[in-house]
């Protein structure tokens, strides 16, 4: 989320490692970021522009947090280093966590103090969250790649199952739990479907509890992903935890309502960057 990208720096001739180049510069930026919003975060200066005590907040909340995401029901969110406290993780590591419904890989976001001033300015404090058993495997890395493979077998059969009861679903993806104790399918339909007999013929099929979700179209595209018609990656692709309502009165406010059908993006919707002129209520 806060990362300058210079693999560009790959194609030019010279003897730098990129990645580990790209790394201290990120981190370095990362300490500036930290600085810039809360000048006070490593101090006992109680911070002007957050209104917190920084050291106090840290405090109440000892834990190592980090932020991953992952396919499945756990989505992009914080997590606990509970096992090995001082676990040491980059950005995009690849961990195994865990809570009370699944256990799932997920790829490392954000390590750090950045992590720790997030939390404090969306005021999370002691809150349950998944925890980091381990850095993934040999094992786990093979586990997890078959079950990549089997859900891109398990989309052709959901489609085919689909047709046959006749149901108006678009199948979006298909996601096995690490654990397998879950096989999840995605879908996107326009209004409530009537899916019992085909769940009980997926798992019959699949000899796994199946669960059909359906999810928005907004959702459709963060999971999709694309380039948007600014040229970048979809923004609730590469960073939105989540949506804002996006109004025409928003577009109203700046001047900008001359050609809606340019302010759509491709899930239809009106572009989640039309909310980033407004103030922050937060």
Known sequence: MYNIDLTFLGSAKSNIDVEEFERKQNNIYKKILVNDICPNFHSETECSEC?????????????????INCDGLLGSSFCEIAVDHNLPLEKDDMVLITDDTATEIAFVDEVGDIVKLRRQRLDLLNETVPKVIRKVTE?????????????AKAGPIFREKV???????????????????????????????????????????????????????????????????????????????????????????????TNLSKLSGPCGKLKCCLSYELEDDE
């Open 51 to 67: 209104n917190k005590h920084p050291h106090t907040y840290a405090d109440l909340d000892k834990r190592n947090i980090i932020e």
């Open 139 to 151: 094992s786990d890395l093979l586990k997890y790649q078959t079950n990549l493979e089997d859900e």
């Open 163 to 257: 047709e046959k009861h006749k149901l108006n679903m678009k199948l979006v993806s298909v996601h096995y739990q690490f654990d397998r104790k879950r096989l999840l399918f995605y879908y996107t339909a326009d209004g409530r479907v009537d899916f019992r007999e085909l769940a009980k013929e997926l798992a019959g099929i699949f000899k796994t509890r199946i669960e059909l979700r359906q999810i928005g179209v907004r959702d459709e595209a963060k999971k999709v992903g694309g380039i948007g018609s600014c040229g970048r990656e979809y923004c609730c692709t590469s960073f939105l935890p989540n949506f804002k309502r996006i109004t025409t009165q928003i577009a109203s406010d700046q001047n900008i309502t």
